[in-house]
């Protein structure tokens, strides 16, 4: 049995998600334990009760990165198998990176709380929003931004070749909304996230960031991992540090990425977070093989008594 992981990043996030596996694995509370105690902060208080900084992206990332490590931390201790390739959404990046040993535990959570400062502050005070279009080729939805000529209005996600996601000034964004269905978009979704990831206007926290990853150690991971900014494994630590930063003012190609993940011609696709958000969206990339939230916690023990040792 071969396997990709899938880390996903913010989106996916929902109120009391992983409530019964707090409940039946301690790593989850140790693991949350130890965010808390860097934030400062009751992130157990905020995922369980019904608090609007879950989809604060300094909040967010945070507790996303923590629940997905706390998953793999008991695919590891059961002696799992580790995958053949892993990929992971913007925030979920950097959840492969810790899970795959390329980051220390203390350095990932360093990171993600500079990434969340740096791009809370490059949004500074303009008024954005992300909105998800459905239904719409990536390439001609690119055409409608371009003839609208705006002043902030950018395609950041190119998920699927149905589904784009888009960056732009809130009011910009709602007036775009007809040009989009009258193109033949069925849908346009807002999402819940507070700034305008992988767009020009992160160009500010991309720049900070290398700053950091000099004083951070990255180390080979122990899994591959298909970088979003080139949809590609990277060669080197320093290819790994160069994607990172520009990863959060670039565009993420997921649709690249998983035509890249096809080729491994993998069995089984595990998403290791909230929801199956990316396993929907891999199956509209027609990625083949069978799909597994972790979230589920019927499938997750199914899998850890399956595939443990």
């Given at each position: 049995?071969?396997?990709?992981?899938?880390?996903?990043?913010?989106?996916?996030?929902?109120?009391?998600?992983?409530?019964?596996?707090?409940?039946?694995?301690?790593?989850?509370?140790?693991?949350?334990?130890?965010?808390?105690?860097?934030?400062?902060?009751?992130?157990?208080?905020?995922?369980?009760?019904?608090?609007?900084?879950?989809?604060?992206?300094?909040?967010?990332?945070?507790?996303?990165?923590?629940?997905?490590?706390?998953?793999?931390?008991?695919?590891?201790?059961?002696?799992?198998?580790?995958?053949?390739i892993?990929?992971?959404h913007?925030?979920?990046?950097?959840?492969?990176?810790?899970?795959?040993?390329?980051?220390s535990?203390?350095?990932?959570?360093?990171?993600?709380?500079?990434?969340?400062?740096?791009?809370?502050?490059?949004?500074?005070?303009?008024?954005?929003?992300?909105?998800?279009?459905?239904?719409?080729?990536?390439?001609?939805?690119?055409?409608?931004?371009?003839?609208?000529?705006?002043?902030?209005?950018?395609?950041?996600?190119?998920?699927?070749?149905?589904?784009t996601?888009?960056?732009?000034?809130?009011?910009?964004?709602?007036?775009?909304?007809?040009?989009?269905a009258?193109?033949?978009?069925?849908?346009?979704?807002?999402?819940?996230?507070?700034?305008?990831?992988?767009?020009?206007?992160?160009?500010?926290?991309?720049?900070?960031?290398?700053?950091?990853?000099d004083?951070?150690?990255?180390?080979?991971p122990?899994?591959?991992?298909?970088?979003?900014?080139?949809?590609?494994?990277?060669?080197?630590?320093?290819?790994?540090?160069?994607?990172?930063?520009?990863?959060?003012?670039?565009?993420?190609?997921?649709?690249?990425?998983?035509?890249?993940?096809?080729?491994?011609?993998?069995?089984?696709?595990?998403?290791?977070?909230?929801?199956?958000?990316?396993?929907?969206l891999?199956?509209q990339?027609?990625?083949?093989?069978?799909?597994?939230?972790?979230?589920?916690?019927?499938?997750?023990?199914?899998?850890?008594?399956?595939?443990?040792?």
């Amino acid at each position: 049995m071969s396997f990709s992981f899938l880390f996903p990043g913010q989106g996916s996030q929902y109120t009391g998600m992983f409530k019964e596996h707090f409940e039946e694995f301690s790593e989850f509370s140790e693991i949350l334990g130890l965010g808390e105690e860097y934030y400062k902060e009751d992130f157990k208080s905020i995922i369980f009760t019904e608090d609007p900084r879950l989809s604060d992206t300094y909040y967010t990332q945070p507790i996303l990165m923590l629940m997905s490590y706390a998953l793999f931390k008991v695919w590891e201790r059961h002696n799992c198998p580790m995958p053949k390739i892993s990929a992971g959404h913007s925030l979920g990046e950097v959840s492969a990176l810790l899970c795959s040993g390329g980051m220390s535990f203390e350095d990932a959570l360093k990171f993600i709380k500079c990434r969340a400062t740096f791009m809370i502050e490059s949004k500074g005070d303009t008024k954005t929003k992300m909105s998800a279009v459905l239904g719409l080729d990536g390439s001609e939805l690119q055409k409608i931004l371009t003839n609208k000529k705006a002043k902030f209005l950018e395609a950041v996600n190119f998920n699927s070749p149905t589904q784009t996601v888009i960056a732009g000034n809130a009011d910009e964004i709602e007036s775009v909304k007809n040009d989009l269905a009258e193109n033949g978009a069925k849908r346009v979704v807002d999402l819940a996230v507070s700034v305008p990831s992988h767009s020009s206007l992160m160009s500010i926290a991309s720049t900070k960031l290398k700053l950091v990853l000099d004083e951070i150690s990255l180390n080979k991971p122990d899994f591959p991992i298909i970088q979003n900014f080139q949809a590609k494994v990277p060669i080197t630590l320093a290819e790994i540090a160069e994607n990172l930063s520009y990863q959060v003012s670039k565009p993420v190609q997921w649709v690249s990425s998983m035509n890249r993940l096809k080729k491994y011609g993998l069995d089984m696709h595990l998403e290791f977070g909230p929801n199956k958000v990316l396993s929907g969206l891999a199956k509209q990339n027609r990625v083949t093989g069978e799909f597994a939230s972790l979230d589920n916690i019927d499938k997750f023990k199914e899998l850890l008594s399956t595939y443990g040792k």
